[in-house]
């Protein structure tokens, strides 16, 4: 157990609805990263936020937006869905703010389905 | 420039051998390179990370080699047991970029009894 608890676990919903994803981090991890993981895409960092603003933005689509609340979980808001959003939804912590070597906690994930 | 390429997509061994996975990146910025397990249905684990000034690193049964030069890595697997299959991905990482890691696409590997 990684200490990351993500929810839902499992979301079917169809195109062009809105679905959010919640994320808590570790206790005292202030870093929380949002990946995605599809079949032809591979894992793919979507953003980071760090004690609740935005460090780093990676291949995150605008119809897509997170944000880090005072008390440190995280929110992956996706709207406009479309069939190739389906994918797995991973949320990671990390007690650091830039420096890493690369030591991230993943959550199991959100899998979403849009049908 | 991003890339890590990871070889092979999948991996069959039996229970007592050595797997060995292979990558190779472009970017010469990359400053550490961690491996992540993943079982099914759960988020990728931290294995081991090397950084590259190091040319091999063992923890248990589990070996990075690091080919600077030739911005390779690889991942040895000795004596894979049936708990070892998994995903194994490779991963690069830019030190002060935090934890904005480049995957590999990834090695399903599967020990047979």
């Known amino acids: 157990d990684s200490g990351v608890t993500q929810t839902p676990k499992h979301l079917i919903t169809a195109t062009g609805q809105r679905v959010t994803l919640r994320c808590s981090p570790r206790s005292g991890d202030l870093s929380v990263y949002w990946y995605q993981q599809s079949l032809d895409q591979g894992l793919q960092f979507l953003i980071q936020?760090?004690?609740?603003?935005?460090?780093a933005k990676g291949n995150i689509l605008e119809r897509f937006s997170a944000q880090q609340f005072p008390d440190l979980h995280s929110e992956l808001n996706l709207s406009s869905l479309e069939l190739g959003d389906s994918a797995l939804y991973f949320c990671?912590?990390?007690?650091?703010?830039?420096?890493?070597?690369?030591?991230?906690?993943f959550g199991e994930g959100s899998r979403l389905t849009v049908l | 420039q991003q890339q890590v390429k990871q070889s092979p997509q999948s991996l069959i061994v039996q229970k007592g051998g050595i797997s060995i996975i292979n990558c190779a990146y472009e970017?010469?910025?990359?400053?550490?390179f961690p491996w992540y397990q993943q079982f099914p249905g759960k988020g990728p684990a931290l294995l081991i990370a090397?950084?590259?000034?190091?040319s091999e690193k063992k923890e248990g049964r589990f070996t990075i080699s690091f080919n600077k030069s030739a911005k390779q890595f690889s991942l040895h697997i000795m004596d894979s047991q049936p708990g070892d299959s998994a995903t194994y991905f490779c991963a690069a990482v830019i030190y002060n970029q935090g934890g904005k890691l480049i995957f590999g696409q990834g090695t399903e590997l599967s020990v047979k009894p």
């Open positions: 936020y760090y004690n609740g603003e935005e460090r």
């Open positions: 090397i950084r590259p000034d190091v």
């Open positions: 970017n010469t910025a990359f400053d550490y």
């Open positions: 990671a912590s990390s007690p650091y703010p830039q420096g890493n070597t690369g030591e991230l906690f």
